[in-house]
Structures are given as C-alpha cells and as structure tokens.
C-alpha cells in the first residue's frame, strides 16, 4: 500500500506540472468555496446564538406584552433571587425646532440591561464607554441618525410628546438591539420615570412591553417554569430567535436561498469535475494497460487512481475552505445590518467538513468515469482501439443524485419540500434542456448557408451536442438567476410605487386618541388633506372556533397557527371599506350585533367558514362573534384594511385608539408640523421610510444570493473549460488536418471564435427568455402588477454573454494553434 500511495503522489505531481489536472482541480476549488462559505456562515450565526444568547435579550429569560405586565411577578422574581428590569417600547415623532422625526423610543428602568453591555459616547467621534447606568430624567440618549436627521447637537433638547428632554450621550451599542422595522427607526433612550410626563401612551396605544429576568440557571428555570402558568393571553416568553426576528427570519430565509444557490454551484461544479475526470480517466488508459502487464491486479489499478483522487481532493478542497472563510466574511459584510455587532468565529469542525464535503463532491461526480480503468484489458498495450466499457448510467446518475440529496437536506430538512426542490430543479433542467436542443436543431440548419469559419464552428456545436447542451445550460441558469435577481432588487418597488394612484396615502397616523379622532379627521379636513376613513383599532387574538380550541385543530408549524399567535388590529364600521369585496355572505344591516367579516385568505388557512362562531381574546376578556362575509382585501393600496371587522358598537365597551392614513405633499410641510405639535402623542408613519427599509433588507440579501451566483459564474466557465480540454485531442486533430488542406491560422480561430460566440449568445437569449418569463409570473401572479420588460437586456446580455464566453473559450483553445501538424499526424 505504501508503494502505491508513493506512486500516486508521483504521478499527481507529475501530472499538475503538466496542467492536466488544473480544470479538475479548479472546479473542486469552486465547489468546494461555494459549500464552505454557506456552512461557515451559518456556523457562526449558530455559535453566536449559543454563546451570546443572554446578550441578545439583555436578559436570560424576558417576557412581552402589549399590556403592562404585573408588579406581582417582579416581586416573585425578587424573592426568588432574580435581578429584573423593564422596557416600555413604541413609535413616535420627536421634533426640535421646525424639525421632526419617527424615532423608536426605549423607555428603560434601573438595572438595564442585565446582560450584556450598553456603550455610548459623549460625540461622534469620541471612544465608546460601557455604561452602568440608564439616562436619567430630564435626560435622553440618542443614536446619531437623530442628531445628523433633525440638525441638532448633543446639549440640545427635543420633544417627546409632551415632554422636552436634553440630549447627552450618543448610544452606539445595544445588547437587545433588534433588526426589525421598529429598531431600524433613528432611537432614542430615556428613563422610563419620564414617561407618564410625555403623555404618549394612553389606552389603546401600540406599546410593547417587557419585563427582563436574570439570575443564577436553576433559579432562572424554577422561575420560567413558575411563570408559564402565570402568563396572560398575548404574553410571550422569549427566548433567544424570539427575541431576534432578524436571524429568525430574514438570515433563516437568506441562509435557505444561499444554500440552495450554492447547490447550483456545486451541481454546474460536478458537470464540470465529471468532463474533467472523463477526459482524465480516457487519457490514462494507455497508462493502466502498462500497469497491467507490470503485474498491477484491477483493485491495485482501482486503489491507485483513488488515491490520486483523494490527494487530488484533499489539496483542492482545504484551498475552497481557506477562500471559503474570505467567502463568508463577504456574506458577513452584505447582510451586517440584520445580524447583531458580534459574530462568533466559525468553528475548526466546519472547516474540516467542508474538506470532506469536496472529497464527496469528488467521489459522487469523478469516480464513475474512474471505475472504469478496472475494465482496461493489458492486451490495449498492443491495441488501442481496446477500450473499456463505459460506466453504467444508474451509477453515474445515483452516485451525483446522492450528492445533490445530501447538500440539498440541510436547506429544506423536509421530505416533501426535499422531493418538491429536486423535482422542481428537474424540470427546470428538462424544460432548459428542450429548448436548448431545439435551438442547436435551428442552428443546424443554418450550416449551408453561411461562410467556411462559421459553417465549422456551428458544426462542432451541433455535432457534440452533448457538450454543447451542458455549457449552455451551465452559463444560462446562472445568467437567469442573476438577471432575475437584479431585476428584483432594482425595480420590483419602484414599480410597484409607480403603479400606485398619483394622490395614494403617503403617510399613516395611529395612536389618535378615542376623545379627539373627530377633531383630528376635522384638522386634516380645514386643511385641504383628505384622509381614507378613520377607524377605531382594538388587538384581540383568535383562540376558538365554534366554542373548540382552534390551535388543536391547526397543523404545527403551519401558517394558520402562525396566525394564532399573532395579536390582529382589529375595527368596527358600518360601511364595507372601498378596497374590500363581499366574496361570500352578506354586510351587516342597522341592528347587526357580534358579527364579523373575515379576510378570505385568513379564514381558509383556519377553517372558517359564514356561520362560524369565532371567539376573540381581548385583554383579559372574550368576544365570540359569527362570521357573516368573507371579504376580498386590496393590501398594495396604502388604505387602511383589516383581516376582522366587526360590526357597529360590537368593539365599544373596549379601549381604543384611532387610524387613518392620508396623503400629504411636500409642499404642505407646513401644516404636517402643526398636525404634530397639535397631537404630540400621534404615531405617524411616512410611507416611503417603509420602502427604504423594504428596499435595504432585498438589496442585502439578493447582494447575498449574486455573491454566491458569482461563484456559479466560475463553475460554468470551468464547464466550459472542461468541454474544451476533453475534445482537445480532437480540437488538434481537427485544425492540423485543416491545415493541413491549406487553411490558415486566421480561419481556425475564426471558426473556433464562431463557435464559442454562439454557446454563448445563445446562453445569453435564452437567459434573457427565460428570466422575462420567470419575473412575469412573479409580478402577475405574486405581486399582482403589471410587469414592464427591459427591452435592452435582449441586447445587453447576450453580447455580454457572447463576449465572456469567447474570451474564456479562446484562452482555452490556444493550444490548438501551437501542436505541429507533422508531429500530430505522426501519432495517428
């Protein structure tokens, strides 16, 4: 064995000097880059989650609300040993001067955060300091958006509410510091003691409030178990995901897209390994049959080229796992605004695993054509036309289908949603691939009619269609999911903003109190500024059907139980709102009393039908209500619009706050400030600060997703290589005999140039198709607009294409021009 494993390192060395190996190699490079980057970064995102749990909640254990929690469980906590601490957090416009602005206010009482550090600095350009203490009264902190936002300096004041408070510090970390909406807001932080004084929270007011826990961990877990039993309808214990809807969600998604493109990567990577291992394995026949008469048995001849594999694999693979590590410091940089400050560093673990990740890799798509040296019969020394036969196709199929299986699971961890993706992908393959053969099929047919260079560049083309077919689809797919992704990031809310009505609401106000919505609606009336209507908002959550516990009914897991633990702004109205259509029942008439009108897609992932008795959780009471219409909801109109309303006075008897949403020009500026300095307490939300966040968080992630896409990119250019290189003896033989018939150098590379042209304005046109197909069905069928084709991509991209893949195709080639004639004949 020793000897063997001594003479595969011989001829590895050997055959790298010689650059048979570099196409081999580089393609396990990418693959192996691809996988590593996606494992490394999740693998970080879960270490910082385990080692900084307690961190992200400022807090080891903490429960929210949107009712005050009970003075009671503070003091449980206290005899039970536990520090605690609370947090009272909502929306509101601060204003200085002339200026205003929607900022999230934290409201933080003595002893925040028990976990964690809260720094701040005395100016923008000064040293962070850890702070042992909160802001105190009359005091607020601020992160530096709302110092650069409303013009003013640390020493100044600014209006909260009713409330003038100075700024002090500048905040530039802390622990809880979420990634959703209402932390993407400018912040400010003040002593929860000012709070009364500011008159923003009134009954009814959207507030979130949480009571934070630490402790020693026995304590912490007697008293969560303790606390369990004790918790309201619409409290919830957070834990760590809870608590940072941003890797639960948006870093989960992205994670899920990343691994899935990778396996793109890593499928266009295998196409690539399997030509170069083909060509490989061809090419050593000669070698195995000398083998064989040295007294080499089949399974030695096996060993030995295995171990070439695996000295192959090991060296290209810990390459992709060191530019995998530079990979996911890029995906760190794309997505920093959804994680949190401090990332832990992956572990060694991931970084060995993905070395065996490339080692499968190279088993699942190189060991077939490698199989069949076993079959190279001795007596080939003498007879080269002696080949062995090829490899079985359930052999070469099953071993790269179970490679694709293995790297698919971690992303879905689902049977069904397993199947779903690689019958999805199957089909996305066939259909590209039909396409892709009918026009090789057109293409033939334009062979007689064009000038020599192009008449034999075509003609390899449609003559090792095969080939031909798997560079294509390698350069199309990826182009595709690059296009699609631009476009998605680019225009997707710019049109939809587009499509809206020129005078659509631009702005939101909540928070308007029961005893003035009349003189509010009169204020936007006097001037000139028409709202959408005006509604009471009471949040109530669905806990019964028909007198059943509805969550006993739903699947876990599933979006209907999702909607279950969701708290719903929900209205009253005798009129049925504008952008609403009856789809089943009736609206209710005069003397309609506990019924309610269900959004229809709601009620079919409950099980709700008209007749349904619905029981609604409010606070600390019930309401059951029968379903009297299903309603069809225009969301994309920036009307106010609700999943449940009930009728006339069904909500009276609970508090209440008011909402409406307006539109409002840039010249009436004027009268928005007075609005706000009329109603200090109204929440109010500029529409198009909704659409920057929208448009930060899509261009983050689909940044995210073509950084990966990239690394398609340089899998289908080693496709392309690894074309080139396995007919290259064929290439030579081919331009030594057109010589040979006296055609000049120019016209060789003319006809190769012709030839790596059309791969690639066909990758190019079919690309462009494909992607204006794929994102029409993404605006008709998902978002419901209408969708504006890019007429110049038609153009753009397949030059593009066309002009990559000859340049790639070209450097490849050149060795064609440089064999002898005389030395190639010579051979044959």
Known sequence: MKTLWLLAYRAVKREWRSGELLILALAIVVAVTSTSTINLFADRLSRTMVLQAAEFLAADLAVNSHHPIPAEWAEHAHSAGLQHADIVQFSSVVMAGEEMLLSGIKAVSKGYPLRGQLKTSTGIDSEAEVMSAIPVQGEAWIDQRVLARLGVELGDSIDVGELALRMTRIITSEPDHKGNFSSLMPRVMINDKDLPATKIIQPGSHVHYLRLFAGDENSVRQFKTHLEKQLRTGDRMLDVFDNRPELSNAITRAQQYLGLASVVVVIIAGVAIAMAARRYSERHFDTTAILRCFGLKHRQVLILYVIQLTIIGLCASAVGVMFGWFGQQGLLYFLRDLLPTRVAEPGIVIALSGILMGLAILAGFALPPILRQRQVPALRVLRRELE?????????????????????????????????????????????????????????????????????????????????????????????????????????????????????????????????????????????????????????????????????????????????????????????????????????????????????????????????????????????????????????????????????????????????????????????????????????????????????????????????????????????????????????????????????????????????????????????????????????????????????????????????????????????????????????
């Not at 710019?494 to 009349?518: I, K, M, R, S, T």
């Not at 009268?671 to 929208?694: A, D, K, W």
């Open 388 to 828: 062995p036969l090829p490899a079985s196709a359930w052999l070469v199929y099953g071993l790269a289908l179970a490679v694709v299986v293995g790297l698919v699971w971690p992303h879905v961890q689902n049977i069904r949603m397993l199947l779903l993706t690689i019958g999805v992908g199957a089909l996305v393959m066939a259909v590209f691939s039909a396409v892709i053969v009918a026009l090789l099929s057109a293409l033939r047919k334009t062979v007689p009619g064009i000038a020599m260079p192009w008449r034999i560049g075509v003609r390899s083309i449609t003559q090792q269609w095969r080939m031909s077919l798997a560079q294509i689809l390698a350069f199309a797919i990826t182009l595709t999911a690059m296009l699609v992704l631009a476009q998605v990031r680019g225009d997707l809310l710019n049109n939809w903003q587009q499509q809206l009505p020129e005078n659509a609401p631009n702005y939101f106000a909540w928070n308007v109190f029961p005893d003035e919505w009349q003189a509010f609606d009169a204020f936007l009336s006097d001037n000139n500024v028409e709202s959408k209507g005006i509604y009471p908002i009471v949040r109530g959550r669905v806990i019964k059907l028909n007198g059943a516990d509805l969550r006993a009914q739903v699947e876990p897991g599933s979006k209907a139980e999702q909607w279950l633990d969701r708290d719903f702004s929900m209205t009253s109205t005798a009129k049925l709102p504008g952008d609403n259509r009856i789809i089943t029942g009736k609206w209710w008439g005069a003397d309609s009393v506990n019924e309610v009108s269900i959004e229809q897609k709601i009620a079919q992932q409950l099980g709700i039908a008209i007749g349904d008795r619905v029981t609604y959780a409010i606070g600390d009471t019930l309401l059951e209500a029968r379903v009297v219409s299903l309603r069809q909801v225009e969301w994309d109109t920036m009307n106010p619009n609700f999943f449940m309303i009930f009728a006339p006075h069904d909500l009276d008897q609970y508090s209440t706050t008011y909402l409406t949403s307006f539109y409002m020009s840039s010249q009436q500026q004027p009268v928005l400030r007075e609005l706000l300095r009329t109603y200090p307490h109204v929440t109010l939300l500029e529409v198009e600060l909704i659409l920057n966040q929208l448009r930060k968080i899509i261009k983050q992630v689909s940044l995210a997703v073509e950084y990966i896409l990239y690394l398609s990119l340089a899998a289908g250019l080693m496709v392309l290589f690894a074309a080139v290189y396995a007919s290259m003896d064929e290439r030579i033989y081919l331009g030594v005999i057109l010589r040979s018939f006296g055609a000049s150098r120019a016209m060789i590379r003319s006809a190769q140039l012709s030839e790596f042209f059309c791969l690639g304005l066909v990758s190019g046109l079919l690309a462009v198709a494909l992607s204006e197909i794929i994102n029409w069905s993404v605006y008709h069928w998902i978002f419901e607009m209408d969708y504006q084709p890019i007429h110049v991509l038609w153009v753009i991209t397949p030059l593009v294409s066309a002009a990559l893949v000859t340049a790639a195709g070209m450097f490849s080639s050149r060795q064609v021009l440089k064999e002898s004639p005389m030395q190639v004949l010579r051979k044959l």
